[in-house]
T-cell receptor
Framework: KQEVTQIPAALSVPEGENLVLNCSFT??????LQWFRQDPGKGLTSLLL?????REQTSGRLNASLDKSSGRSTLYIAASQPGDSATYLC????????????FGSGTQLTVLP | GAGVSQTPSNKVTEKGKYVELRCDPI?????LYWYRQSLGQGPEFLIY????????DSGLPNDRFFAVRPEGSVSTLKIQRTERGDSAVYLC???????????FGNGTRLTVT
């Protein structure tokens, strides 16, 4: 069974801090990995997508990395702001069924002003 | 431009009733996905459409669930004989192709009483 794990489930940091969110997955065979943000009562907003041939992607204050050999991805957020408070989910595209995403349960981030 | 639109945003129904949930994808997106999200969990895959056809329906939990996309645009998820365990947020997503990043709607929160 494909599993995606995100630890911690919740994280609270003071404004301005740099932070790292973790995502680990079973089975190093991967098509791509995507990071999403979800605000309460809302759908998911795609942040970054890393193809299996890539090691990292950057967008503004966000940087996502992918290490297939260890089955890990990290999302680095620089200089965090209260507006970054949300739930962050990672999702892996399932090998053999290239159209499905398997999601982790998310990390709920709170950035305190 | 307009994003993925889902209606209704909230639906309360009685156990045993039939419900339909609608998804309007981004114009021109050929791929459409339905996911279900329970509280505190990541979304779980239900079904994927490429054009008008269901390319992968392996996530549908049982035969009470059915989805259509007759003209390759709007999709309807249909649930017969609803059960309390069907209560969740049903998310729809679309992408330009099957390999492009997914764009999610805000979901329909279904409550079965």
């Amino acid at each position: 069974k494909q599993e995606v794990t995100q630890i911690p489930a919740a994280l609270s940091v003071p404004e301005g801090e740099n932070l790292v969110l973790n995502c680990s997955f079973t089975d190093s065979a991967i098509y791509n990995l995507q990071w999403f943000r979800q605000d309460p009562g809302k759908g998911l907003t795609s942040l970054l997508l890393i193809q299996s041939s890539q090691r990292e992607q950057t967008s503004g204050r966000l940087n996502a990395s992918l290490d297939k050999s260890s089955g890990r991805s990290t999302l680095y957020i620089a200089a965090s702001q209260p507006g970054d408070s949300a739930t962050y989910l990672c999702a892996k595209k399932v090998p053999g069924s290239a159209r499905q995403l398997t999601f982790g349960s998310g990390t709920q981030l709170t950035v305190l002003p | 431009g307009a994003g993925v639109s889902q209606t209704p945003s909230n639906k309360v129904t009685e156990k045993g009733k039939y419900v339909e949930l609608r998804c309007d994808p981004i114009s021109g997106h050929t791929a459409l996905y339905w996911y279900r999200q329970s509280l505190g969990q990541g979304p779980e895959f239900l079904i994927y459409f490429q054009g008008t056809g269901a390319a992968d329906d392996s996530g549908l939990p049982n035969d009470r669930f059915f989805a259509v996309r007759p003209e390759g645009s709007v999709s309807t998820l249909k649930i017969q004989r609803t059960e309390r365990g069907d209560s969740a947020v049903y998310l729809c997503a679309s992408s330009l192709t099957g390999n492009s990043p997914l764009h999610f709607g805000n979901g329909t929160r279904l409550t079965v009483t």
